[in-house]
């Protein structure tokens, strides 16, 4: 089987398994507790949280451990002061659009300018009210890999004292996630980087004046109750240190994937092929092909992948993200998320073409029977 859906999870690193196994299953303590079992818990959890500070450029004081990036984004966003406006783009993950419903703010959704995949700076400063006080934007985005030029936003809202919140998920580990000096909080999650699901990051700054979504006891400075997930939080600091030197190596693999099924089938469309996308994510349209049925085709075929989202009523709805980018209802239906790991090789990728080739090519042929 060929893993090509590593936006969805990842399989956990040896490395990072390795890290947390004497955690396991040895006899630690909980790091509150003072005798010496708690100590040394304690140790390791200030080991890691450093760790992670200095991989993103912050103090260890912005450091918040959570249980995923759902968690961390509905504590930073929640923590937007009531009455306000936010400013965020439609093209957000669902954690986002349903904290933001409980912000009880005025918010306005943008959707990118036409042919884009992000949300611009510009658009930002016209959608501006007196009342603005939050900005909430990805990194990338998880289903195309499209790059928001976070800089001149970051700026932007340092300049302003605006609280800007991102969702750094889809980017990390894909290349350097330094956050920049505008950004009050960020969220991170471990199973999209070989780390353990169960374990995510808050960074969030002093600006952002946060208050806690889970209530307890005083762990992590009283942002969020409960006892540390220590092991999980170990293997997240681990993970950070195997994120590859470069990114052109998966690059290199995604580029040559697009390359060959071009070469291999017509009438595909790259969705944002000529934006800034992060390494690991191609999101095509196969068109005249339905998307779900190709997926299921091509898990049977060996090849795993993603489709779009399904929507609550359980009918299945093409991709909201692609509609929100002006992507056409038929093109959003028949396209396919494809997401790399470093773990992915070139040999999986020839074979994942080939088999990805024959069955659009099969689809297709029995459709046109169909049709005619
Ligand atoms: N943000 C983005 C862009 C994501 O892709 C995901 C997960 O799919 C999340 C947030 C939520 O992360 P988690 O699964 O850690 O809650």
Redesign the pocket.
């Known amino acids: 089987m060929i893993y090509l859906d590593h ?2 999870t990842t399989f956990l690193d040896p490395h990072v398994l390795a890290a947390m196994e004497p955690i396991l299953s040895g006899t630690l303590g909980n790091p509150s507790s003072t005798h010496r079992f708690g100590q040394a818990a304690k140790a390791l959890l200030a080991k890691a949280t450093k760790e992670v500070a200095a991989y993103f450029g912050v103090q260890t004081a912005d450091v918040v451990f959570t249980s ?4 961390a ?1 509905n504590m930073v966003i929640r923590s937007a002061p009531k009455g306000g406006h936010i400013i965020t783009s439609s093209l957000e ?1 669902i ?2 659009l349903e904290a933001l419903k409980f912000t009880g703010c005025e918010v306005t959704y943008l959707d990118p300018e036409p042919g884009h995949g992000a949300l611009s700076l510009k658009q930002i400063v016209e959608a501006l009210t007196p009342r603005t006080s939050m900005l909430v934007v ?1 990194a990338a ?2 289903e195309t890999g499209i790059k928001t030029d976070l800089d001149p936003i970051a700026a932007f809202a340092q300049e302003r004292g605006l609280k800007l919140v991102v ?1 750094g ?2 980017q990390l580990g894909k290349e350097p996630s330094k956050l920049p000096q505008g950004v009050t909080a960020a ?1 991170f ?4 980087i070989h780390a353990p ?1 169960g374990v ?1 990051v808050a960074i969030v700054r002093r600006a952002h004046r946060a208050h806690p979504l889970i209530l307890g006891g005083p762990q992590q400075r009283g942002l969020r109750g409960g006892t540390e997930n220590l092991a999980a939080i170990v293997g997240f600091a681990k993970a950070l240190t195997l994120f590859p030197e470069s990114s052109a190596p998966i690059a290199h693999l995604r580029d040559r994937f697009e390359k060959d099924l071009q070469a291999s089938l017509n009438d595909l469309v790259i969705h944002g092929a000529d934006q800034p996308r992060v390494c690991n994510t191609s999101h095509i349209a196969f068109l005249g092909v339905d998307g779900e049925t190709l997926l299921m085709q091509l898990d049977l075929a060996g090849v795993a992948v993603s489709h779009g989202a399904a929507c609550s009523s359980g009918t299945l709805e093409p991709s909201r993200v692609l509609l929100n980018m002006g992507v056409s209802r038929d093109s959003a239906r028949s396209s396919i998320r494809f997401s790399l790991s470093r773990f992915t090789t070139e040999e999986e990728i020839e074979r994942a073409v080939r088999i990805i080739a024959n069955v659009v090519s099969q689809l297709r042929a029995y459709t046109y029977k169909v049709e005619n």
Do not use: I, R
């Open positions: 936006n969805a995923g990036a759902t968690e984004l993950h954690a986002v990805m985005n998880n969702d998920v889809a969220c999650s471990g199973h999209k699901t995510g």
